[in-house]
C-alpha cells in the first residue's frame, strides 16, 4: 500500500492547489478523455433513462428493495435514552450534513454500488449527497449508473475518478464542494487516496480490490468453489481469492478451472487437516467475503472472527450480496476486517452522549468526582462540581 500512497500523493496535491483544472487534466492523464464539464447535468440523466432496459430499471428497484429492507432494520435507535432516575442519559446518532460517494467505475462500471452507498446514507438522513465516478472515453457515465444515481435520489454528480475525486470530495474545488464523509469502493489508487485524506476527512474504510475465501470440506463442489473464486477475481488484476479446503481432490480441481480463466490471477490455495484449522487461516487473512461450504456451516460460522460478510452454504453466492440479498457489499479488504465493518447506516452517522442529572445524582457522583479530579491534579474540574451544590 505505501507504494502506492507515494503514487497518489501528487495527485492528491495537485487537487488541492488547483482545483479543477487539476480533476480536468488528470482525468485526461488517467482516464485518457478530455472533459468540458464536470457535473453531469439534469439533460444527461433524462437521456440515460433512455437508454436503459425497463427490465433492467425494475432490477434495480427490487435489488433498492432488499437493501432498504435489511439496511432499516440493522440501523440502531437514533436516541438511546435511558432514565436512571436520578438522570437522565442518552446517545443519540445524527447524519453528516454532506457525504461523497465513490462509485468505482474504470474495468467495469458498478450502478449496484450505488445502491450500496446511496441507500444508506439516504436511511441516515444525510442532507446533501454527491457521487464522483470515472467518465467513459466519451466523457460520458455509464447510464445504469446515472440512473442508480437518479433513482436513490443523489443530488450532485460528478464525471471524475480515482485519486483525484476523493481529493476533490476530501478538499473541494470550484466546482465539487467539499464533504464530511467519503464512501465508496475502488481500485488500489482510489483506497490509497481515502487513506491518504483520512486525516482531514472521514472516511467509511479501505474497501480496495476484491477478496473472497472460500472454506470448503468434503461437501462442497469444486466447481462451486471455482466460480466464487472466478467472480472475484474478475473484478481487478489485483482481486485475491483464496481456497482453505480439507479435500486434496477440491484443491487440485480449483486449481485447475481457476487458472484455466486467470492464469495470472492471485490465488492461494491450501489444504488443512482438519477444518478447525481452515477457519484459523481465514481469521488471519480477514477477507473481505468468507464462503463457508462444509457439514455444519453454522457451527464453523461460530470460530469466524475477522471477515466483511460472510455466506454460508451451497445456495449463498458472494453475487448475492453484491447485488440482491440486501447486505451491503462495501467491504473492508486487505486485512482491515480485522478492525472495520463494511457500509450501513451508521457509516453516515456520528453519535452524540448526553445526560441531564439532578441535584441528588450529582450529589452521589460528587466525591469521586472530586477524588479523581483531584488526583490528576485537576482542581478547577473537583470546583465545578463543588460549587454548584453549595
Ligand atoms: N471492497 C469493496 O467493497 C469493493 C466493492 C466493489 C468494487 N471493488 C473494487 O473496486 C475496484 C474498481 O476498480 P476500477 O479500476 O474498475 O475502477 P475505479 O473507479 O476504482 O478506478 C478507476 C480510476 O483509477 C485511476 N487510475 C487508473 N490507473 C491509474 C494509475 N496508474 N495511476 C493513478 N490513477 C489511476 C483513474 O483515475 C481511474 O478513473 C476493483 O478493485 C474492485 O475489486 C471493491
Ligand atoms: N464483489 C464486489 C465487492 O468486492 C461488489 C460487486 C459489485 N458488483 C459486483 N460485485
Ligand atoms: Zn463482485
Not at 283 to 297: G, R
Not at 338 to 360: D, L, P
Request: glycine share 8%; hydrophobic share 40%.
Amino acid at each position: 500500500m505505501d507504494e502506492f500512497i507515494e503514487k497518489v500523493k501528487p495527485v492528491i496535491e495537485k487537487v488541492k492547489k488547483e482545483g479543477d483544472k487539476a480533476l480536468i487534466e488528470l482525468t485526461e492523464k488517467f482516464d485518457g478523455v478530455k472533459i468540458s464539464r464536470i457535473a453531469v447535468t439534469e439533460d444527461e440523466i433524462e437521456e440515460a433513462y433512455e437508454r436503459v432496459d425497463d427490465e433492467l430499471v425494475d432490477a434495480l428497484e427490487l435489488a433498492k428493495e432488499n437493501i432498504e429492507r435489511f439496511h432499516y432494520i440493522t440501523m440502531p435507535d437514533r436516541d438511546i435514552r435511558i432514565d436512571f432516575g436520578d438522570m437522565i442519559m442518552g446517545k443519540r446518532y445524527i447524519p453528516v450534513e454532506r457525504a461523497g460517494l465513490y462509485i468505482p467505475g474504470g474495468r467495469a462500471s458498478y450502478p449496484s454500488t450505488v445502491l450500496m452507498s446511496a441507500v444508506p446514507a439516504n436511511l441516515a438522513g444525510v442532507d446533501e449527497i454527491v457521487a464522483c465516478t470515472p467518465p467513459d472515453a466519451e466523457g460520458k457515465i455509464h447510464p445504469l449508473t446515472l440512473v442508480a444515481m437518479d433513482i436513490c435520489g443523489v443530488d450532485e454528480i460528478y464525471r471524475v475518478g480515482g485519486a483525484q475525486a476523493i481529493a476533490a470530495m476530501a478538499y473541494g474545488t470550484e466546482t465539487i464542494k467539499r464533504v464530511e464523509k467519503i464512501a465508496g469502493p475502488g481500485n488500489i489508487y482510489v483506497t490509497a487516496a481515502k487513506l491518504i485524506v483520512s486525516k482531514d476527512v472521514s472516511i467509511d474504510m479501505p474497501a480496495g480490490p476484491s477478496e473472497v475465501m472460500i472454506l470448503a470440506d468434503e461437501n462442497a463442489d469444486a466447481e462451486t468453489v471455482a466460480l466464487e473464486c472466478l467472480a472475484q477475481l474478475e473484478h481487478d488484476p489485483m482481486a485475491r481469492a483464496f481456497v482453505a479446503t480439507t479435500s486434496k481432490k477440491i484443491a487440485s480441481e480449483v486449481e485447475k478451472r481457476v487458472r484455466d480463466v486467470f492464469p495470472g490471477g492471485i490465488l492461494e490455495i491450501k489444504v488443512f487437516e482438519k477444518i478447525g484449522d481452515a477457519v484459523e487461516f481465514a481469521n488471519s487473512i480477514a477477507p473481505e467475503h468468507l464462503v463457508i461450504i462444509t457439514e455444519n456451516h453454522w457451527q464453523v460460522f461460530e470460530k469466524v472472527r475477522h471477515a466483511g460478510s460472510v455466506f454460508l452454504g451451497r445456495y449463498s453466492p458472494v453475487a448475492a450480496g453484491d447485488y440482491a440479498s440486501g447486505t451491503n457489499h462495501i467491504l473492508p479488504t486487505g486485512g482491515f476486517a480485522r478492525m472495520y465493518s463494511g457500509v450501513s447506516a451508521e457509516t453516515f452517522m456520528k453519535s452524540m452522549t448526553y445526560q441531564e442529572i439532578s441535584r441528588e445524582g450529582l450529589e452521589k457522583l460528587s466525591t469521586i468526582i472530586s477524588k479523581l479530579a483531584r488526583a490528576e491534579g485537576l482542581e478547577w474540574h473537583a470546583k465545578s462540581v463543588e460549587e454548584r451544590l453549595k
